[in-house]
Every structure is written in C-alpha cells, then in structure tokens.
C-alpha cells in the first residue's frame, strides 16, 4: 500500500521558519518526481515546488521562489520543504504528491499519481 505522509507543519509567527517532511512507504520515491502543493480555504490547490527524481533539478512558484527550497534523500525515502521568509498568505494545507516521470515536471495537479493527507501551515501576521 503506497503511503506518503507529511509532518511538520504548526503555527508561525510571520518572517519565521518551517520545515515540511514527505515520508513515504510502499514505492521507491527515487523513481517519481515530488512536487509539494498547497491549498488554502476557498481556493484551489495550486503548485508550490517540485524536484526531479535524482535532485539535479528543482522547480517554484513565483510566490515562494527565493524563500522555499525542495530537497530529497532517496535513501530516506523523504522529501522535504524548507519554507523560509513565511508571510500571512502563506497559510494553506500543503501536500506533497509523485509524479512518475524521469524527465521534465509538472505544474498540474492531474499529473500527479500519488498524494499525501496534507499538514496544516499556519502563518501568523
């Protein structure tokens, strides 16, 4: 049974720090693309970041590129999210999800094969 669950997240005063772990169980993460999206309440899920399968490259929205770093350790089988810099609209369910592809990424939700539960991100102004 494939598994992806995140930790991690909490309530943080604005300009502080958080880091978001993606666990996963039943398949080999290092052979998926890893995206981390968020969703806050009345929106849509929208894109955050994603890493091709060995690390080597590393993708962002335009609203967390320079504050939010992607990163991997395929021996742990985890992804991680290190989100810097938080502001108010910040605040979401973040989710992270696999993507099985070896080349390129994806901005789109539909791409995505497997999903996490999610874990709150609160930022406080």
């Known amino acids: 049974q494939v598994q992806l669950v995140e930790s991690g997240g909490g309530l943080v005063q604005a300009g502080g720090s958080l880091r978001l772990s993606c666990a996963a169980s039943?398949?080999?993460?290092?052979?998926?693309?890893m995206g981390w999206f968020r969703q806050a309440p009345g929106l849509e899920r929208e894109f955050v970041a994603a890493?091709?399968?060995?690390?080597?490259?590393?993708y962002y929205s335009d609203s967390v590129k320079g504050r939010f770093t992607i990163s991997r350790d395929n021996a742990k089988n985890t992804v991680y999210l290190q989100m810097n810099s938080l502001k108010a609209e910040d605040t979401a369910v973040y989710y992270c999800?696999?993507?099985?592809?070896?080349?390129?990424?994806?901005?789109?939700?539909?791409?995505?094969?497997?999903w996490g539960q999610g874990t709150q991100v609160t930022v406080s102004s």
């Open positions: 999800a696999a993507d099985r592809r070896m080349y390129g990424y994806s901005r789109s939700r539909a791409s995505y094969e497997y």
């Open positions: 890493i091709t399968w060995n690390g080597g490259n590393t």
């Open positions: 039943g398949l080999p993460l290092s052979s998926y693309l």
